[in-house]
């Protein structure tokens, strides 16, 4: 079997910037481009070399029609090296981390965004030390 990995995931979000900012501020990436998306909106890619999270916003503002939680989509799942840190900036930014967990293989503990995208973060580093 060839080696397959996802590159990125689209968001469609209210506020493309302040999503982007987020990302940035918490997980440490930076903005890997900016401009207008082909419906009129605005698109923030932010990530790494290797992947990263496309902000889609909508003209005008607004958001694209809303899911129920999990319907389709469930959570964003962000692996770090250091989950305590991690949690400590969700914090700051002002966002409720919840759901901790220690099994095997790592911790976690997730959050939810201003428009109420959830995300996962795991550490499979960090063992034994919650």
């Known amino acids: 079997m060839t080696f397959a990995r996802i590159e990125h995931i689209n968001l469609n979000v209210t506020d493309p910037a302040r999503a982007a ?3 940035n501020a918490l997980f440490g990436w930076t903005e890997r481009w900016r401009g207008a998306a082909a419906d009129g909106g605005l ?3 932010v990530g790494s070399e290797t992947g990263y999270i496309a902000y889609h916003g909508m003209p005008g503002g607004g958001s694209a029609a809303r899911f129920e939680k999990g319907v389709p989509f469930n959570h964003v799942g962000v692996e770090v090296d250091d989950l305590t840190a991690v949690e400590a900036r969700v914090v700051a930014h002002g966002l409720t981390p919840f ?3 220690e099994y095997e293989p790592g911790r976690r503990f997730y959050f939810f965004d201003p428009d109420g995208i959830e ?11 919650a």
């Open 21 to 23: 900012a987020m990302a």
């Open 43 to 45: 698109s923030i890619h």
């Open 99 to 101: 759901a901790h967990g």
């Open 119 to 129: 995300y996962e973060i795991v550490s499979y580093r960090e063992t034994g030390t």
